[in-house]
């Protein structure tokens, strides 16, 4: 099976900062790769699907990029809001796997 | 507007059974497919089972293989679990998920809020 690493596992920085998750597939999986937030005691929403494309309704300091096996997901300029856990999971086939996530705090 | 509605969580004794629901409206069910995702206390997703819009094709996570069965109701717009043996591992929030198309390649797009599961004597 498919192996999803997600580094770092956590990071703090400033307001306003650029902050960028890089997730790497231990095997190719073209673009079939998406990126979740999950804020504390909330459901997980989706942020970007099929690598690059912004999910409807997400603010477009997210961006994500990457094919094959590595993967980023960038916040431009991050906001108080933007604290969460964020995932990635790859669906090209099952299992359907999710990375060990990364928790993104405000320094 | 889409919604998910999770039901069915509780305690049970470890080897017990537990069946999940999830009530789905706002979008056509046989169109997608849905998925089961876990989340155990203080830790990440993990995907559980998935079934694609038809129901025909099921697939489970290694961890829960020959132990939970996936399926759907089309005419009742619900998405099921039935969990048996269950093991204190499996204590978790449950989530169902729609997926972005009628086979499983595709992301999740909507989540329901969750139903907690937990196994303990």
């Known amino acids: 099976d498919i192996q999803m690493t997600q580094s770092p596992s956590s990071l703090s920085a400033s307001v306003g900062d650029r902050v960028t998750i890089t997730c790497r597939a231990s095997?190719?999986?073209?673009?079939?790769l998406a990126w979740y937030q999950q804020k504390p005691g909330k459901v997980p929403n989706l942020l970007i699907y099929?690598?690059?494309a912004l999910q409807s309704g997400v603010p477009s300091r997210f961006s994500g990029s990457g094919s094959g096996t590595d993967f980023t997901l960038t916040i431009s300029s991050l906001q108080p809001e933007d604290v969460a856990t964020y995932y990635c999971?790859?669906?090209?086939?099952?299992?359907?796997?999710f990375g060990g996530g990364t928790k993104v705090e405000i320094k | 507007e889409v919604q998910l509605l999770e039901s069915g969580g509780g305690l049970v004794q470890p080897g017990g059974s537990l069946r999940l629901s999830c009530a789905a409206s706002?979008?056509?069910?046989?169109?997608?497919?849905m998925s089961w995702v876990r989340q155990a206390p203080g830790e990440g997703l993990e995907w559980v089972s998935a079934?694609?819009?038809?129901?025909?094709?099921?697939y489970y996570a290694d961890s829960v293989k020959g132990r939970f069965t996936i399926s759907r109701d089309n005419s009742k717009n619900t998405l099921y679990l039935q969990m048996n043996s269950l093991r204190a591992e499996d204590t978790a929030v449950y989530y169902c998920?729609?997926?972005?198309?009628?086979?499983?390649?595709?992301?999740?797009?909507?989540w329901g809020q969750g139903t907690l599961v937990t196994v303990s004597s």
């Open positions: 998920a729609k997926g972005e198309v009628v086979i499983i390649k595709g992301s999740f797009d909507y």
């Open positions: 079934i694609t819009g038809s129901g025909g094709t099921t």
């Open positions: 099929a690598a690059s």
């Open positions: 095997q190719g999986v073209t673009t079939y």
């Open positions: 999971q790859k669906y090209n086939s099952a299992p359907l796997t």
């Open positions: 706002g979008f056509t069910f046989s169109s997608y497919a």
